[in-house]
């Protein structure tokens, strides 16, 4: 197919900030996980597609199946409210993580994550 661009699972994204592999990078709509270190202005592979084990707030409760919310600021998962900036519903948990559990596996659903407006 001549007009086929990139797969779509992994996107070239230059960044905005400082990124360590296995880091989150959103922007937009955008959020995905980072393949490679890059610092802000690079373009570096992001991950868009899958499921990733991220950090979370060790103290949330979280189901299997249920949306999941970006704490842009504390870079972890939340179940509170989002504060403006935050990345809501950009993919579910596929494991529940109770109280005291420091990290959660989620899939991320490309493009339906929508940062919290002012």
């Known amino acids: 197919m001549k007009n086929a661009h990139q797969d779509g699972r992994v996107l070239n994204v230059t960044l905005t900030a400082?990124?360590?592999s296995g880091g989150a990078v959103s922007q937009g709509r955008l959020f995905g996980?980072?393949?490679t270190n890059g610092k802000s202005g690079d373009t570096i592979a992001v991950m868009v597609e899958g499921v990733f084990r991220l950090p979370k707030l060790s103290t949330a409760v979280i189901a299997a199946g249920a949306a999941v919310t970006w704490?842009?600021?504390?870079?972890?998962?939340?179940?509170?409210?989002?504060?403006?900036?935050?990345?809501?519903n950009f993919g579910y948990c596929t494991e529940a993580a109770g109280n005291g559990k420091t990290e959660v596996a989620v899939r991320l659903c490309p493009g339906l994550g929508i940062p919290k407006a002012a």
Do not use: M
């Open 18 to 20: 400082d990124v360590a």
């Open 33 to 35: 996980i980072a393949v």
């Open 71 to 88: 704490d842009v600021s504390a870079s972890q998962i939340i179940v509170a409210s989002a504060a403006t900036g935050d990345i809501e």
